[in-house]
């Protein structure tokens, strides 16, 4: 009687559990696919794989990631179907095949969150003086197609993140590019009236497709008006942070959860076997 009454609820448990877990799996998809569309463009890539976190490159790393959260995604929708049938109408060998796969999946998102934890703390250590290291060897000029792909990355990093420099960029004498080959070269291109210039793609009002016409020159001459002040680094982290919470939230939730799933379909599927 009381084995029927766990399995009743069991199953209850199970077709609501799974409906949730639908719900989680399409948002863990769609977070993912926002983060590889949408914040990582293969223009910005080569900046940020100049920066290598614990032995991986940070751009590579970031994609990876994203990848990994869209096929969770993708798996959890596909395995909530088998929990909705298996559990609504005792299908034993769906039971038992869920089953396995929540525990894969399970591993799964314990591996990737602790993966995730992993790169937030070296971000904090490492990332900050990578980055300035990058723009301080790399960066040449403004322009989106030198020959220098990593200086192209950063044109598109400060156009797409709304960012400029690595640091914040407080004024024409407090900013990040003094020391870059875009002005030691040739001083005369980035230094003007005592100060440093900025590149015209930290400018506000201005896209990928204008901003070397159309940027103001009070903003990257003077740096003054409108312009990004903030440094990449903060952007970077920001993103990270913003997305990361997102992934880690929802990974937690599924993860308490999916161990209930298995206890009860392993109770279903051994009231199902002696019916």
């Given at each position: 009687?009381?084995?029927?009454?766990c399995?009743?609820?069991?199953?209850?448990?199970?077709?609501?559990?799974?409906?949730?877990?639908l719900?989680?799996?399409?948002?863990?998809?769609?977070?993912?696919?926002?983060?590889?569309?949408?914040?990582?463009s293969?223009?910005?890539?080569?900046?940020?794989?100049?920066?290598?976190?614990?032995?991986?490159?940070?751009?590579?790393?970031?994609?990876?990631?994203?990848?990994?959260?869209?096929?969770?995604?993708?798996?959890?929708?596909l395995?909530?179907?088998?929990?909705?049938?298996?559990?609504?109408?005792?299908?034993?060998?769906?039971?038992?095949?869920?089953?396995?796969?929540?525990?894969?999946?399970?591993?799964?998102?314990?591996?990737?969150?602790?993966?995730?934890?992993?790169?937030?703390?070296?971000?904090?250590?490492?990332?900050?003086?990578?980055?300035?290291?990058?723009?301080?060897?790399?960066?040449?000029?403004?322009?989106?197609?030198?020959?220098?792909?990593?200086?192209?990355?950063?044109?598109?990093?400060?156009?797409?993140?709304?960012?400029?420099?690595?640091?914040?960029?407080?004024?024409?004498?407090?900013?990040?590019?003094?020391?870059?080959?875009?002005?030691?070269?040739?001083?005369?291109?980035?230094?003007?009236?005592?100060?440093?210039?900025?590149p015209?793609?930290?400018?506000?009002?201005?896209?990928?497709?204008?901003?070397?016409?159309?940027?103001?020159?009070?903003?990257?001459?003077?740096?003054?008006?409108?312009?990004?002040?903030?440094?990449?680094?903060?952007?970077?982290?920001?993103?990270?942070?913003?997305?990361g919470?997102?992934?880690?939230?929802?990974?937690?939730?599924?993860?308490?959860?999916?161990?209930?799933?298995?206890?009860?379909?392993?109770?279903?599927?051994?009231?199902?076997?002696?019916?």
């Open positions: 009687m009381a084995q029927g009454g399995s009743k609820f069991g199953k209850v448990f199970l077709v609501i559990i799974n409906l949730v877990f719900v989680l799996g399409l948002g863990l998809l769609i977070a993912g696919v926002l983060v590889k569309i949408n914040a990582l293969s223009d910005v890539t080569p900046a940020l794989n100049s920066v290598e976190v614990a032995g991986y490159k940070l751009g590579d790393l970031a994609n990876n990631l994203s990848i990994v959260f869209i096929v969770i995604g993708a798996f959890i929708v395995v909530s179907g088998l929990g909705l049938i298996g559990g609504c109408c005792e299908v034993r060998w769906m039971l038992v095949v869920y089953a396995i796969l929540v525990l894969i999946l399970l591993i799964m998102k314990i591996a990737a969150v602790a993966l995730w934890f992993k790169m937030r703390t070296d971000f904090e250590e490492t990332v900050k003086e990578e980055l300035f290291k990058s723009l301080n060897d790399e960066y040449e000029n403004d322009f989106l197609n030198s020959t220098n792909p990593i200086s192209n990355a950063w044109n598109y990093a400060f156009l797409t993140f709304d960012c400029c420099g690595v640091n914040p960029v407080m004024n024409k004498t407090d900013n990040d590019f003094t020391a870059t080959p875009w002005c030691t070269k040739d001083p005369g291109t980035c230094h003007q009236m005592g100060g440093t210039m900025i015209r793609s930290c400018c506000t009002g201005v896209d990928q497709s204008n901003y070397i016409a159309n940027a103001n020159p009070e903003c990257y001459r003077d740096v003054k008006g409108k312009y990004n002040e903030m440094g990449c680094y903060d952007a970077v982290k920001d993103l990270i942070s913003t997305y919470n997102v992934f880690i939230a929802i990974s937690i939730v599924v993860m308490v959860v999916e161990v209930f799933a298995v206890l009860f379909a392993i109770i279903i599927c051994r009231q199902a076997g002696s019916d």
